[in-house]
């Protein structure tokens, strides 16, 4: 599976509800962080991945802010190449 279909993949699962764990977002962010580092993606991405912490409050992401960084970024990882 190529980087792109594998992040894509995992992206899915997060947004299923199948597995929204921190785990999860570490392994989405390193794919995006070793193959896509100066893609719109990344840009759009990296601060929610990195402050992702399910039930810690603001400043951080919970799932739900979690899923619309997400959604948000669809179109952009659509043109990854």
Known sequence: MNAKAELLSLIDV???GEDQSISLINSIEGILVENFPESLAFE???EPL???RPGCGSP????????????EASDS?????
């Open 60 to 71: 951080y992401y919970d799932v739900q802010d979690m899923r619309e960084a997400l959604q």
């Open 14 to 16: 997060f947004l299923s």
């Open 44 to 46: 759009e991405l990296a």
């Open 50 to 52: 990195s402050l992702f």
């Open 77 to 81: 990882l659509n043109y990854l190449e």
